[in-house]
């Protein structure tokens, strides 16, 4: 008989103690890493300040190489942050109950890699000081921000993203800061008195609150493919050799649940292990993960095929030779690469054995993620160094420490925020675990009495 | 009173350029330029002036190299062996500045609109607006948008003393995090049709030119006003059978180029650039 | 004669809807179906049906807000965009219609969205006082309760229902 993807035996009240103590007083492993995190950041920040003081040469930017690693970084941010959208909505609407212990970390990943995600857009702005310009906002002038700017869009459909995504997440976890309200004492007591608003379980309150989270699954799907459609406009709506390909927006979409995936492959393992979670978020559920990543993978394969083929069937000569460019210029060892990690490496998620083996999963995971950044990086970059006009093409500018520094200080922000979810917010969810065990322990009745 | 504006506009809002029709799009003035390849030297002498004309710093050896140039209008240098029997035949020069284009990618792109489409056929560049994003620049054909990588006017290379004092008053400083890009010396062009409006004229052709036009020793230049049909740019445009709001012209379909020297870079993607190039003329077919 | 709440905690559904089911076809004229809430910890549809259906009406709030949410950011951007009828953008029109969909389209999400949200908090009576109303703990855990408002005589019966059905524990308050 298959492997279950949680006992049906679990009691309840088992559940609360074991979810509680995640987020308990924080040991000192926690500590450190929350300072490693904060580490990295501090060197994101150093960067960021010195970029402000000089100017965006620091960068290594130059004409006519002006976007790099921060607008790469900013769209691979973007992309993780459909995991949660995937996870919460998407298989919450197709009832695939496996989901349940493991969306509300993928959620919580949504909104801070949004904000990640938000802070690079800022930093690669020349005058970032100015940045309200591109808000909307009553002024004496009546000027208003460009609305035909891809841009612009960026703004209006990340705000939107974020701001849905929080209230998703806050709404989603109400029950739980109930759980947590009836169980904490001090100052955690009245914190999170005012999360839940007075949650009692009433059927009245549960009633509304069916409606309104399948609601807003409902519209959180087609936001989260329009905001990365969205993002991928900023290339498509352009005409240069390279962007101007209408299967970006389907191809950006693709690329961001394929990275969300392996990101939430990661934080899983990392998450069961640290608070020995193995009762809820179990291998079978790691199994069927990794059998959509790897679906999720070979339509991202196939959209970057078509890619390719579409450029060797087309007559455009200036995308042709950046095709070739690609593949053979100073920046092919990482077009290999991300095609390699993107494309080879998910057919070993195919085997059961490697999908149940943690280590391998994990390194399975942090590859993949590390072709997903590299797509960006290779979307961004070769198209400047190889455009449309011979004289401008210069294949051999590379971005400095200042760029690779906020990389890794956004990674910092990202360590920061999600482990300060993790000791505030209950990382599973209670209430649905509860209802998964449930709604386990009635089918084995209703198949104990047919038997 | 925005939502009367609208609807009261409706249809002038709904409405492409360019259309067909020059006049209808610009009825009093649209800025072109004729440049003669074969003329041109390469010396240089524009790209000069326009150092001077416009307050464009300098940025030194080092930055230059690095590929972070300012210049506004830059002579690109191409060789082409085939044709060279001497040194002088294989080397070309092209001045490649902001071609002003009619349909600009880059004005769609600006988050921030801080770059337009003026009446007189300009694009426009507002420094104050700008906040950097440089999208106008990633979406440029041509490449020819500048941004202020450092803050040139901090620093002692761009103008050592007592070079401040050769600023041009007329046209602002800029700082880091700005686009900027060659503007048909909007400043010179502004003066004279505000001059001649208060005349209750029209400017005539010659009466203003750009800096780096005035400044070509072979005249390889040509400035001025294509709604005019008696100016000399528009002269040579119709001369060279190049229409503005084609991204095809009839003559290209002969084959020969229609037998004349007049062509528009990158063309077929429909931005619709306001500078024609004149071919150089080649010893092959003598 | 004086009001009295009470609370009876059942170790799980079956239990508790039994309890319902009795007390619904005990023939008890002063109670009304509002007068009784069930407590959960998870939800129950099936429980919750037994007393009878109630509506859920977020979704009327989420069609006035999506509405609202496009009808407002198309106007407001096209009448913004109006405002720059002097400076045309790349050759398209003043008011050009994709960008516009595009941000409708968003706008009408978060229309959607927000008043979702705001309909759930209103439809369903957070932010709620809990000291007015009976509650244990252990109906965030993994208890059933079932709270039932009336005269002192009714719930009188109801205790013994309660009892009956192997209640945990049953705690009673006298309002007025």
Redesign the interface.
């Known amino acids: 008989m298959e492997e279950k993807d949680i006992r049906d035996d679990i009691a309840w009240a088992q559940i609360n103690v074991d979810v509680l103590r995640s987020i308990e007083k924080p040991r000192l492993s926690f500590w450190l890493l929350f300072c490693f995190a904060g580490c990295l950041f501090l060197i994101g920040v150093a960067c960021e300040v010195y970029q402000w003081r000089k100017g965006l040469g620091v960068a290594n930017f130059d004409n006519p190489h002006v976007w790099g690693l921060y607008i790469a970084s900013f769209i691979f941010w973007i992309g993780m942050s459909h995991s949660g959208t995937l996870l919460s909505a998407i298989l919450h609407i197709i009832h695939a109950d496996w989901r349940k212990p493991i969306y509300r970390f993928a959620e919580a990943m949504t909104t801070f890699s949004l904000m990640t995600a938000g802070l690079f857009v800022m930093v690669h702005l020349g005058r970032l000081w100015k940045f309200y310009y591109s808000l909307p906002y009553p002024n004496e002038r009546w000027t208003w921000p460009n609305f035909q700017s891809p841009l612009l869009w960026d703004a209006m459909a990340i705000f939107t993203y974020l701001t849905s995504s929080i209230l998703f997440l806050y709404v989603g976890a109400i029950p739980d800061f109930a759980i947590c309200r009836d169980n904490a004492t001090g100052w955690r007591k009245h914190f999170y008195s005012w999360l839940s608003l007075g949650w009692m379980g009433t059927d009245r309150q549960w009633r509304n609150f069916r409606v309104t989270y399948l609601t807003i699954a409902c519209f959180l799907i087609p936001l989260a493919v329009s905001v990365h459609s969205i993002v991928a406009s900023d290339f498509a709506m352009s005409q240069q050799p390279g962007w101007h390909v209408t299967s970006f927006p389907p191809y950006f979409v693709a690329g961001a649940l394929y990275s969300g995936c392996a990101a939430i492959i990661t934080l899983f393992i990392v998450l069961r292990h640290t608070f020995r979670f193995e009762e809820y978020m179990t291998l079978p559920i790691l199994d069927k993960i990794g059998r959509l990543t790897f679906v999720i993978a070979m339509v991202w394969t196939y959209l970057n095929f078509v890619e390719y083929a579409s450029v060797w069937y087309g007559d455009d000569m200036y995308a042709k030779d950046l095709l070739i460019q690609k593949a053979t210029g100073p920046y092919s060892p990482f077009w290999w690469t991300m095609n390699f990690c993107g494309s080879v490496i998910p057919f070993l998620l195919i085997s059961k054995t490697i999908r149940g083996n943690l280590t391998a999963m994990m390194i399975i995971s942090l590859l993949l993620n590390l072709g997903m950044w590299l797509e960006r990086w290779m979307i961004v970059a070769p198209t400047f160094s190889h455009g449309y006009y011979p004289w401008t093409m210069d294949h051999n500018q590379w971005p400095s420490f200042v760029q690779w520094g906020m990389v890794l200080g956004s990674f910092g922000w990202f360590g920061l925020l999600f482990m300060l979810f993790c000791k505030l917010v209950p990382s599973v969810s209670m209430y649905e675990v509860k209802e998964m065990v449930y709604h386990r322990t009635l089918a084995q009745k209703k198949y104990a009495r047919e038997a | 009173m925005s939502i009367r504006t609208m609807l009261e506009n409706w249809e002038k809002y709904r409405t492409t350029h360019p259309s067909g029709d020059l006049h209808k799009d610009h009825p009093e003035y649209k800025w072109a330029m004729a440049i003669d390849l074969d003329t041109c030297t390469g010396c240089n002498a524009c790209v000069v002036a326009c150092y001077a004309e416009n307050n464009v710093p300098v940025v030194g050896k080092e930055r230059f190299e690095h590929g972070q140039t300012m210049h506004w209008i830059r002579i690109e240098r191409y060789w082409n062996d085939e044709d060279a029997d001497t040194p002088n035949q294989g080397a070309q020069f092209l001045p490649m500045m902001c071609q002003q284009c009619e349909a600009a990618p880059c004005e769609t792109v600006c988050p921030v609109g801080a770059t337009n489409h003026t009446p007189d056929g300009l694009n426009s560049q507002i420094y104050n607006r700008c906040i950097g994003s440089r999208y106008c620049s990633a979406n440029c054909p041509y490449k020819v948008r500048y941004f202020n990588w450092y803050d040139y006017p901090e620093q002692e290379i761009a103008w050592p003393e007592p070079l401040p004092m050769q600023l041009n008053p007329d046209i602002t400083v800029r700082t880091k995090g700005i686009m900027e890009k060659c503007t048909f010396c909007i400043q010179r062009l502004r003066t004279a049709q505000s001059t001649a409006r208060t005349e209750g004229r029209l400017v005539k052709d010659g009466e203003v030119t750009t800096a780096c036009a005035q400044a070509c020793p072979t005249g390889a230049i040509t400035f001025g006003n294509l709604a005019d049909p008696y100016s000399q740019v528009a002269k040579m445009w119709r001369q060279q059978q190049v229409e503005l709001h084609k991204d095809r012209q009839d003559k290209d379909k002969t084959g020969d180029n229609g037998g004349v020297r007049g062509y528009r870079v990158l063309e077929e993607l429909r931005a619709y650039p306001s500078i024609m190039y004149l071919e150089r003329v080649r010893d092959t077919n003598a | 004669m004086s009001t009295v709440r009470i609370l009876g905690l059942f170790n799980d559904?079956d239990l508790a809807s039994y309890a319902l089911r009795e007390v619904r076809d005990a023939y008890l004229p002063a109670l009304n179906r509002d007068d009784i809430?069930?407590?959960?910890?998870?939800?129950?549809?099936d429980?919750?049906e037994l007393?009878g259906y109630?509506p859920?009406p977020?979704?009327r709030y989420?069609l006035i807000g999506s509405l609202l949410g496009g009808i407002l950011g198309f106007?407001?951007?096209?009448?913004?965009?109006?405002?720059?009828?002097?400076?045309?953008?790349?050759?398209?029109?003043?008011?050009?219609f994709p960008?516009?969909i595009?941000?409708t389209?968003?706008?009408l999400?978060?229309g959607?969205?927000?008043i979702?949200?705001l309909?759930?908090?209103i439809?369903?009576?957070?932010?709620?006082?809990?000291k007015s109303?009976l509650?244990n703990?252990k109906?965030?855990?993994?208890q059933i309760?079932v709270?039932v408002k009336s005269d002192a005589r009714t719930i009188a019966e109801i205790k013994k229902i309660f009892e009956k059905h192997l209640a945990i524990s049953i705690t009673e308050e006298v309002i007025e």
Do not use: C, W
Request: hydrophobic share 40%; glycine share 10%; charged share 20%.
């Open positions: 559904f809430t069930i407590k959960s910890p998870i939800e129950h549809p429980v919750e007393l109630r859920a977020i979704r989420t106007l407001f951007l096209a009448s913004s965009q109006g405002n720059f009828f002097a400076q045309q953008k790349g050759g398209k029109p003043i008011i050009p960008p516009d595009v941000l389209y968003e706008m999400i978060l959607g969205v927000y979702t949200v309909g759930f908090l439809s369903a009576g957070l932010p709620a006082r809990m109303e509650y703990t109906i965030s855990e993994d309760g709270l």
